[in-house]
Every structure is written in structure tokens, then in C-alpha cells.
């Protein structure tokens, strides 16, 4: 590599590098992807956690904005339209059900 080359791949910063290395040689990318989709298939979290940027680049960040309301008193709940407020329950009653359910796995006590 002489020193134009250093200076050029020096001026396109890390991200368009990347991209760069990446569209040279497509094969290659499309094995790296398919291994790591079919490792996170079989339960890989970590291949399925490497996906991630592939497929932010390939399909584009989601944009679409949630905006999550959680009511901090009594008139909050009683402005809440009604599918809020079935919604908020529903969540309450998960979260609240899950949290028994890991108090109880670690309970030593229950194990008998």
C-alpha cells in the first residue's frame, strides 16, 4: 500500500471504509450474514446481537416514533382514554406477574 492509498483511506473515516471493505468484496458479506442468521437461529444471542448493524444499514433505521405515557397519579389514570388504560393494566399486570415468577425461582424455599 503506497502512501496515497494510506492518505486516501485515511480521508474516508472509519464508517465509509467499512463500507468501503464491505461492497469490494460481496460474497464474502453475504456468507458472514448467512452464517450469523443461521447461528441466531439456533439461539446465538451474540450472532443475533451482530445482525443488528446489518440490518439497521441494509433496511434503515426504524423511524417510526412510540410514544409511551406512564401515568404518575391518580388524575393521569383517570385522563387516560380507555385503550391506554387497558394497555397500562395489561403491562402492570406482566410486569408484576414476572416479577413473582423470578422471586420465586430464587426463592430457595420454593425448590421442595
Known amino acids: 500500500?503506497?502512501?496515497?492509498e494510506v492518505t486516501r483511506l485515511t480521508?474516508?473515516?472509519?464508517?465509509?471504509?467499512?463500507?468501503?471493505r464491505f461492497?469490494?468484496?460481496?460474497?464474502?458479506?453475504?456468507?458472514?450474514?448467512?452464517?450469523?442468521?443461521?447461528m441466531a437461529a439456533t439461539g446465538d444471542i451474540s450472532?443475533?446481537?451482530?445482525?443488528?448493524p446489518f440490518?439497521?444499514?441494509?433496511?434503515?433505521?426504524?423511524?417510526?416514533?412510540?410514544?409511551?405515557?406512564?401515568p404518575e397519579s391518580?388524575?393521569?389514570?383517570?385522563?387516560?382514554n380507555t385503550a391506554d388504560l387497558s394497555a397500562f393494566v395489561q403491562q402492570?399486570?406482566?410486569a408484576r406477574a414476572a416479577a413473582a415468577q423470578d422471586s420465586a425461582a430464587s426463592d430457595p424455599r420454593s425448590a421442595a
Open 92 to 94: 402492570r399486570r406482566l
Open 47 to 52: 450472532a443475533a446481537k451482530s445482525l443488528v
Open 74 to 80: 391518580k388524575s393521569d389514570l383517570e385522563n387516560m
Open 11 to 20: 480521508r474516508l473515516g472509519a464508517r465509509a471504509l467499512v463500507a468501503e
Open 55 to 70: 440490518m439497521n444499514q441494509g433496511m434503515g433505521m426504524p423511524t417510526e416514533t412510540v410514544h409511551v405515557v406512564t
Open 23 to 38: 461492497n469490494a468484496r460481496p460474497q464474502v458479506m453475504a456468507a458472514v450474514i448467512d452464517t450469523l442468521m443461521d
Open 1 to 4: 500500500m503506497d502512501a496515497a
